[in-house]
């Protein structure tokens, strides 16, 4: 099963940024689509954005405008850019992947990712 492998995270000011990296551990021919989610004590692990195949994006309303998904496809690896960071954005990030192509509200189920990335934290101060 492939791993991933994220790096990146810690901790920062309101307004700084933030870069997390999630690295593939195998190529694949077959399409898939990769999402983050965000996890804090006692909560679920909610959306926060995913990229398709064909480079489609999604964002949580929270997030839109500040976060940036993207993949570099040439170093298998999917990238979160974190702008205007705010104490609220406070979570475990996780990155994940879904065999498959998803549109809209499939993007933002957690339940259709199979492979998951080891989390990272990252925290905002205030």
């Known amino acids: 099963q492939v791993q991933l492998a994220q790096s990146g995270g810690g901790l920062v000011h309101i307004g700084e940024s933030l870069r997390l990296s999630c690295e593939l551990s195998?190529?694949?021919?077959?399409?898939?689509?990769m999402g983050w989610f965000r996890q804090t004590p006692g909560k679920t692990r909610d959306f926060v954005a995913a990229i398709t195949r064909n480079a489609a994006t999604y964002y949580a309303d929270s997030v839109k405008g500040r976060f940036t998904i993207s993949r570099e496809n040439a170093r298998n690896t999917v990238i979160l850019q974190m702008n205007s960071l705010k104490p609220e954005d406070t979570a475990v990030y996780y990155c994940a992947k879904m065999i498959g192509y998803c549109s809209g509200p499939g993007c933002r189920d957690r339940r259709l990712y199979s492979s998951w990335g080891q989390g990272t934290q990252v925290s905002v101060s205030s």
């Open positions: 195998e190529r694949t021919d077959r399409p898939y689509s």
